[in-house]
């Protein structure tokens, strides 16, 4: 893409570019900072894909696919970002092209001149993205190691290919978008050109049609995710998304302006220090920016509503999905004393440095139960004091007082599964039981869901019967010693080794007659999966609040000479600094943390369909912390946008 030079020496046409370049750097950095951002974060997911030791160990493929979904991520939202920034540029620089039409450049002159400008910035972008990429590459694979424990841990490394991958992808999207962005200068004329600045803005109007339109599509989105459980969340998810997205949009485009017209009209606010410049520069403002204000909003909710989601999860994970043991054997018998393996159980976690904070050794009777549509389940019988022990060690389980003569059945269930999905429990006042060949029937106190077992094997889907002392240990004096059963509960510390130790013990005991039940393999293997969606979801959510946090400093910038003109008129009409900074600080604080607040609203219905859909109850608690730490940045980003464009505003 060349075009024919205009007719001065080619180091004047270079300084104009660099001239141009330094003229407009103060609306280029936030572009130059999140493009360079985006570059760095595809770098470092590339410099993983890439890296020879993935390639060569059995790192599961679910991981890799995760990356590349997220580096597709990245590349469709840097399409959208960069087409926005490089038409918020044109647009905010139009005079500017007018004037150079005016001393004689023609339209595909001042094209080239854009296209190299874009170029400059976008080789500048990749190249310090790159550079921080490699710097922090080490760092990244670090936490790449802690979180997947490969067996041959990812050494720091520049791959060529991810270099490679970067420079291309960047380069072919931010010259291709910059082209695009090249068709508006091509078609247009010197005097559309200057007088696009000077054309005066028209009042912003609203619809009431469209207010009301605009709230009823958001209670209609909320009310729906309110009221989803997990089968119909399925279903429901694309109707919330698209009423929530419609209904935000109109919130910023028609009900801002409708609220900020009925506060011009409230005398008293309106003539009151300074807020008649105030609202009168919001009307247009958030009118103006509907679309920019949207976007930040959806944004703000995908982060902090993912972000709380992973974070739920992974304290979820620690307590619902990790077994109530870590370890049982279970073996048969009363007499079969060689398979009481504690001394074998104990010098295996000497060698591979586990520590077994407490063993249990429990006997139970097995037995059937014949629940509601007829089924016969597997059950086991326990006495009330045996139980009250074991729940000391399980957070999450109560203890049980059982009146005498009575029992407890407990159905192997969540308690939130049990009010969410209702599963199968014993629901008679009695219950018969086959004790050493004849019946026996106690009373049923109470029926509830708990896990005290580890579940998803034979063992852990078993029912189980707690019976008063009285009765338990009236029923085994007369149930055969060799068909009792004996559970040795293993509770462990530090998990990192875990997974070897059971390996060795099932090599040791693969010809007993005993078997072994782990409650870590599953939670060790979603734990990592959590951990590295946290990992990967840090950058993205880094990502997404830069892009945030630029479409509203964008916007800003290019506006900054109009506010420039508008404040020094209100200046010379006796405004002082104060109440110039006042006015200022008002109207950024609003653009930047109305989109967060309308923001929080969507997030905390997302977290309460997570609440009916997930059984989550604590979620709301982890979302608090996302939220917060969001808040946290967004100030940060809005002091350092505040000094920057005070600074400009109050130039003389």
């Given at each position: 893409?060349?075009?024919?030079?205009?007719?001065?020496p080619?180091m004047t046409f270079?300084?104009?570019?660099?001239?141009?370049?330094?003229?407009n750097?103060q609306?280029?950095?936030?572009?130059?900072?999140?493009?360079t951002?985006?570059?760095?974060?595809f770098?470092?997911?590339?410099?993983?894909i890439?890296?020879?030791s993935?390639?060569?160990?059995?790192?599961?493929?679910?991981?890799?696919?995760l990356?590349?979904?997220?580096?597709?991520?990245?590349?469709?939202?840097?399409?959208?970002?960069?087409?926005y920034?490089?038409?918020?540029?044109?647009?905010?620089?139009k005079?500017?092209?007018?004037?150079?039409?005016?001393?004689?450049?023609?339209?595909?002159q001042?094209?080239?001149?854009?296209?190299f400008?874009?170029?400059?910035?976008?080789?500048g972008?990749i190249?310090v993205?790159?550079?921080?990429?490699?710097?922090?590459?080490?760092?990244?694979?670090?936490?790449?190691?802690?979180?997947?424990?490969?067996e041959?841990?990812?050494?720091?490394?520049?791959?060529?290919?991810a270099?490679m991958?970067t420079i291309?992808?960047?380069?072919?999207l931010?010259?291709?978008?910059?082209?695009?962005?090249?068709?508006e200068?091509?078609?247009?004329?010197?005097?559309?050109l200057?007088?696009?600045?000077?054309?005066?803005?028209?009042p912003?109007?609203?619809?009431?049609?469209?207010?009301i339109?605009?709230?009823?599509?958001?209670?209609?989105g909320?009310?729906?995710a309110a009221v989803?459980?997990?089968?119909?969340?399925?279903?429901?998810m694309?109707?919330?998304?698209?009423l929530?997205i419609?209904?935000?949009y109109?919130?910023?485009?028609q009900?801002?302006?409708?609220?900020?017209?009925?506060l011009?009209?409230?005398?008293?606010?309106?003539?009151?220090?300074t807020?008649?410049t105030?609202?009168s520069?919001l009307?247009?403002?958030?009118?103006?920016?509907?679309r920019?204000?949207?976007?930040?909003t959806?944004?703000?909710?995908?982060?902090?509503?993912?972000?709380?989601?992973?974070?739920?999860f992974?304290?979820?994970?620690?307590v619902?999905?990790?077994?109530?043991q870590d370890l049982?054997i279970?073996?048969?018998?009363?007499d079969?004393?060689?398979?009481?393996?504690?001394?074998?159980?104990?010098t295996?976690?000497?060698?591979?440095?586990v520590?077994?904070?407490?063993?249990?050794?429990?006997?139970?009777?097995?037995?059937?139960?014949?629940?509601?549509?007829?089924?016969?389940?597997p059950?086991w019988?326990?006495?009330?004091?045996?139980?009250?022990?074991?729940?000391?060690?399980?957070?999450?389980?109560e203890p049980?007082?059982?009146?005498?003569?009575?029992a407890?059945?407990?159905?192997p269930?969540?308690?939130?599964e049990?009010?969410?999905y209702?599963?199968?429990?014993?629901?008679?006042?009695?219950?018969?039981i086959a004790?050493?060949?004849?019946?026996?029937?106690?009373?049923?106190?109470?029926?509830?869901?708990?896990?005290?077992?580890?579940?998803?094997?034979?063992?852990?889907?078993?029912?189980?019967?707690?019976?008063?002392?009285?009765?338990f240990?009236?029923?085994?004096?007369?149930?055969?010693?060799?068909?009792?059963?004996?559970?040795?509960?293993y509770y462990?510390?530090?998990?990192t080794?875990?997974?070897?130790?059971?390996?060795?013990?099932?090599?040791?005991k693969?010809?007993a007659?005993?078997?072994?039940?782990?409650g870590?393999?599953?939670?060790?293997?979603?734990?990592?999966?959590?951990?590295?969606?946290?990992?990967i979801?840090?950058?993205?959510?880094?990502?997404?609040?830069?892009?945030?946090?630029?479409?509203?400093?964008?916007k800003?910038?290019?506006?900054?000479?109009?506010?420039?003109?508008?404040?020094?008129?209100?200046?010379?009409?006796?405004?002082?600094?104060?109440?110039?900074?006042?006015?200022?600080?008002?109207?950024?604080?609003?653009l930047f943390?109305?989109?967060?607040?309308?923001?929080?609203?969507?997030?905390?219905?997302?977290?309460?369909?997570?609440r009916?859909?997930?059984?989550?109850?604590?979620?709301f608690?982890?979302?608090?912390?996302?939220?917060?730490?969001?808040?946290?940045?967004?100030f940060?980003y809005?002091?350092i946008?505040?000094?920057?464009?005070m600074?400009?505003?109050?130039?003389?």
């Open positions: 893409m060349f075009f024919r030079c205009w007719e001065v080619l270079r300084q104009l570019i660099l001239s141009n370049i330094k003229g750097f609306k280029y950095s936030s572009y130059f900072l999140s493009s951002f985006t570059v760095f974060i770098y470092l997911f590339s410099a993983f890439f890296h020879p993935v390639e060569g160990q059995n790192i599961h493929e679910i991981i890799t696919i990356i590349i979904s997220c580096e597709i991520v990245i590349v469709f939202f840097t399409v959208f970002f960069v087409l920034s490089n038409s918020a540029f044109m647009k905010s620089r005079k500017e092209f007018g004037l150079l039409k005016l001393i004689g450049l023609e339209n595909k001042i094209a080239k001149l854009v296209f400008e874009f170029t400059i910035i976008s080789i972008a190249t993205g790159i550079l921080f990429g490699v710097l922090f590459s080490k760092l990244f694979f670090m936490g790449i190691n802690a979180i997947l424990q490969p041959i841990p990812l050494a720091f490394i520049v791959p060529l290919k270099i991958t291309i992808v960047f380069f072919a931010f010259e291709f978008i910059t082209l695009i962005g090249l068709k200068i091509r078609n247009s004329e010197i005097i559309e200057i007088k696009a600045s000077k054309k005066p803005k028209q912003p109007k609203y619809s009431l049609v469209l207010v339109l605009g709230v009823l599509l958001l209670i209609g909320y009310a729906l989803s459980n997990l089968v119909i969340l399925f279903f429901s694309i109707p919330i998304l698209v929530v419609l209904g935000t109109l919130l910023f485009g009900l801002s302006t409708a609220v900020l017209y009925r011009r009209d409230s005398s008293s606010l309106y003539w009151k220090k807020n008649m105030t609202i520069m009307v247009f403002k958030i009118k103006d920016n509907a920019i204000l949207s976007i930040a959806i944004l703000s909710a995908v982060v902090t509503s993912s972000m709380g989601l992973l974070i739920w992974n304290h979820f994970s620690g619902a999905i990790r077994g109530p049982i279970l073996q048969k018998g009363l079969e004393k060689e398979n009481d393996s504690y001394d074998e159980v104990s295996l976690a000497k060698e591979h440095e520590e077994i904070k407490h063993y249990d050794k429990t006997v139970v009777l097995p037995s059937t139960v014949t629940l509601r549509d007829e089924k016969v389940s059950m019988i326990m006495s009330e004091s045996d139980y009250n022990k074991r729940a000391k060690q399980m957070k999450h389980v049980l007082n059982i009146n005498d003569g009575k407890v059945s407990i159905s269930f969540d308690p939130s049990g009010k969410n209702h599963p199968p429990k014993y629901e008679e006042k009695e219950m018969k004790i050493a060949g004849g019946m026996d029937t106690i009373e049923i106190q109470s029926s509830i869901y708990e896990v005290t077992f580890i579940r998803g094997q034979d063992g852990g889907n078993a029912f189980l019967l707690v019976a008063d002392d009285k009765i240990e009236k029923w085994a004096g007369v149930f055969p010693r060799q068909e009792q059963l004996v559970l040795h509960d462990f510390g530090d998990l080794n875990a997974s070897n130790l059971l390996t060795d013990l099932m090599n040791q693969k010809d007659t005993i078997s072994i039940y782990d870590f393999t599953n939670y060790l293997d979603i734990k990592m999966g959590n951990n590295l969606l946290l990992f979801g840090l950058f993205i959510s880094m990502l997404f609040f830069l892009a945030s946090g630029s479409l509203i400093f964008f800003l910038m290019t506006e900054i000479d109009e506010d420039r003109q508008a404040f020094a008129i209100m200046r010379k009409l006796g405004m002082t600094d104060g109440e110039v900074r006042r006015s200022v600080s008002v109207q950024m604080g609003i943390f109305l989109p967060v607040v309308v923001g929080t609203v969507h997030t905390f219905f997302a977290f309460n369909s997570a009916v859909a997930l059984g989550a109850p604590t979620v608690n982890t979302g608090i912390i996302a939220i917060g730490f969001y808040l946290v940045f967004q940060v809005f002091f946008t505040r000094a920057i464009y600074r400009k505003i109050l130039q003389k």
